[in-house]
């Protein structure tokens, strides 16, 4: 039986990173194309780390009219956005310089000069005057995961913040990851996207990958991930699907 009883679920698996960059270039031109002929517009939910480079390839490949799309970040270092720690840094220094038709302009970035509570009710916000709307719905959110199996800033050691119901966005003060001052979606704005998609890479997350997406473990937070209308989707390499016994969850 599906793992996902009630909602979509894709699981891709790459055995190289061309493939798995493949992968990824096909389910962002399907998802901004569906959203471009609903909407005019593809908004998409970023996060760091290695889906900065990822990324990059895969739209360096797809080479599509970008010019309508808008950038959000899922989760945000509480820096500014010149810092080395900056997620926006990170895309504006990997992305933006091999992508120079995508303007800074299209990334709607965390105001971190205001202090760090604000910041987040400011990005919440923003994400509400965007959209028109008190609970918005992405049209896509690229999602990482760590070893320890947080997504975004939501992390294992703090299931208070995977209790909020209220706010869309939050801080995080004391992140268990470095640096220890950060914004995050919340469940509540998370598990509303259309399309919710992991990518995961590397032997170090395979026992948290079946962790996650076959037993469902609600210690971690990514098992929170469980879109309300929408559909999952997990991109992984073979390293780290090797511990799930099944290729074809589906439901
Ligand atoms: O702000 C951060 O610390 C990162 O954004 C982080 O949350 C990242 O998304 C995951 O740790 C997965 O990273 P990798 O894909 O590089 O393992």
């Known amino acids: ?54 990324l990059t390839r895969a739209l360096v490949a797809l080479q599509l009219d970008t010019s309508a799309w808008k950038f959000f970040f899922c989760d945000e270092r509480y820096v ?3 810092h080395n720690d900056s997620t926006f840094n990170a895309y504006k220094t990997h992305m933006l310089t091999k ?8 990334f709607v970035k965390a105001n971190t000069s205001l202090p ?3 910041c987040a009710q400011d990005y919440e916000t923003e994400l509400k005057r965007i959209f028109g709307s008190a609970s918005p719905e992405f049209d896509l959110l ?32 004391d992140s268990p990851k470095p640096p220890p001052q950060r914004i995050t979606f919340t469940l509540p704005l998370l598990n509303n996207a259309r399309q919710l998609v992991f990518v995961v890479t590397g032997a170090s ?43 074809q969850i589906k439901c």
């Open 142 to 173: 690229l999602l990482g995961m760590g070893p320890d199996g947080h997504t975004c800033s939501l992390f294992p050691e703090q299931p208070e913040s995977l209790a909020e119901k209220q706010r869309l966005v939050i801080p995080i003060s």
């Open 205 to 247: 997350k395979s026992a948290v990958v079946k962790r996650v997406f076959e037993e469902r473990d609600k210690e971690l937070p990514s098992s929170w991930i469980e879109p309300v209308n929408g559909e999952l989707t997990l991109i992984a390499d073979a390293a780290a699907a090797a511990s799930l016994t099944s290729r």
């Open 99 to 106: 992508l120079p038709s995508i303007l800074e302009s299209q």
């Open 80 to 82: 500014p956005h010149d």
């Open 1 to 54: 039986m599906s793992a996902y009883p009630d909602c979509a679920f894709h699981l891709r698996v790459a055995e190289t990173e061309d493939e798995l960059v493949q992968n990824l270039s096909q389910v962002i031109k399907v998802y901004a194309e569906t959203a471009f002929h609903r909407n005019g517009t593809f908004r998409l939910g970023v996060s760091g780390g290695s889906l900065v480079q990822l």
């Open 116 to 118: 760090l509570d604000k």
